[in-house]
Every structure is written in structure tokens, then in C-alpha cells.
């Protein structure tokens, strides 16, 4: 079974830091990569995926993702985060042609003004 | 329009009540999904409908009943629920079934009493 793993379960850091949350996933076989956000008291936002192509991809907000295949890999990387980056960040899994997405336990960051 | 409406916001109910919790999309997405999320949790697959055909049941209990009228709605049924049913429940959609839950609802936050 396919599994999802993310490493910091809580990140504190000062506004103008950079961020990069870790994300490994367990299946061999061909993957579509998500990461999403979900601010205090909101829904999930898709914040970018990766299906193909280019492994550095480029979403919302400033956020980037690179897929690294050999690593099972796809880590979120922000270069500057602001106060208003504060949430929670799940990394999301599915089998290409599947329909099991699977989430990563989370990572809470708190960004300090 | 790319929002995934789901309503009530919030539902509290008894343990003997029957109630239906409804989402709808407008995107012609073919996918729609059912997560369960507890507090400081990641969304856990209830059910995914493909072409509003029941395709993945995680072994959720019975009392949990979901419904595809069609392309666009999705609703799921509670009936007997326990206090440990208490969550957040998500409904999501996507344009097939091996790009995920790419958009989701705001969510139903039910409270069981």
C-alpha cells in the first residue's frame, strides 16, 4: 500500500525565512504529487501539483515543488514566507489512473511576525 | 466556477437521527470524493465515486451511506452515528479519478451528541 510520509510535524520560523517541508512517498510505480494548505479554520487549497514534465513546479502563493524520482521525493520550498503563510501543509499522493489519494500526517507552520 | 459547495456548514445531530450531508460541483468533474478529517489530522478517503458509480469504499461503517443522483451531487447519509463520528467531512472533485480530490469544499463540521 502506498504511504506518505512528512517529516516536521511542526516548523516555527520569522517571517522573511526560507521553508522547504520534506515529503516522501512510498509507491514505486508512476505518482501524481499534490501539496496542499489549509489556514486556520479553512478548507484544503490546492497550493501545486505535479503530474509530468518539469520536476520544479511552480504553484500559488509563491510556493514551488520539486520532484525528485530516485528520492521519492516532492518537497515544498518557499524562499520568504510571510505571517500570513501560517497552516497546516499536507502532501498528497495517488497512483497514476488510480483514485486514492492519499495524505501525508501534515506539517504545522507558524510563522512569527 | 471552480468551488465545490457543501452544506450545512455545521450539523449537530443525535445518535438516533438521520441526516444527509450534500455537496455539489459545477466544474463537469467525473470524480467526487468523501474525506473524514479529525482535529489536527490529515483527511482520511471515505468514498470515491467515478462516473457516479461507487468505485472505492474504505471499509466505512454502514451507518455512513453516500449517493451520486448525478454528475454534480453527491450527498452522504447519516443514520445511528456515534459521538466519535464528531468531524470535519469533506467532499472533493476532480476531472478523472488518477488526478485525485483536487478541489475541495469548505467542509461539514458534525458534531454528534
Known amino acids: 500500500a502506498q504511504s506518505v510520509s512528512q517529516h516536521n510535524h511542526h516548523v516555527i520560523l520569522s517571517e522573511a525565512a526560507s521553508l522547504e517541508l520534506g515529503c516522501n512517498y512510498s509507491?514505486?510505480?508512476?505518482?501524481?504529487l499534490f501539496w496542499y494548505v489549509q489556514y486556520p479554520g479553512q478548507h484544503l487549497q490546492l497550493l501545486l501539483k505535479y503530474f509530468s514534465g518539469d520536476p520544479l513546479v511552480k504553484g500559488i502563493k509563491g510556493f514551488e515543488a520539486e520532484f525528485i524520482k530516485s528520492k521519492f521525493s516532492f518537497n515544498l520550498r518557499k524562499p520568504s514566507v510571510q505571517w500570513s503563510d501560517t497552516a497546516e501543509y499536507f502532501c498528497a499522493v495517488i497512483k497514476t489512473a488510480g483514485n486514492k489519494l492519499t495524505f501525508g500526517g501534515g506539517t504545522r507552520v507558524l510563522v512569527k511576525p | 466556477d471552480t468551488e465545490v459547495t457543501q452544506t450545512p456548514k455545521h450539523l449537530v445531530m443525535g445518535m438516533t437521527n438521520k441526516k444527509s450531508l450534500k455537496c455539489e460541483q459545477h466544474m463537469g468533474h467525473r470524480a467526487m470524493y468523501w474525506y473524514k478529517q479529525k482535529a489536527k489530522k490529515p483527511p482520511e478517503l471515505m468514498f470515491v465515486y467515478s462516473y457516479e458509480k461507487l468505485s472505492i469504499n474504505e471499509s466505512v461503517p454502514s451507518r455512513f451511506s453516500p449517493e451520486c443522483p448525478n454528475s454534480s451531487l453527491l450527498n452522504l447519509h447519516l443514520h445511528a452515528l456515534q459521538p466519535e463520528d464528531s468531524a470535519l467531512y469533506l467532499c472533493?472533485?476532480?476531472?478523472?479519478?488518477?488526478?485525485?480530490?483536487?478541489?475541495f469544499g469548505q467542509g461539514t463540521r458534525l458534531t454528534v451528541v
Open positions: 509507491y514505486g510505480g508512476t505518482v501524481n
Open positions: 472533493a472533485s476532480s476531472q478523472d479519478r488518477g488526478q485525485g480530490g483536487a478541489f
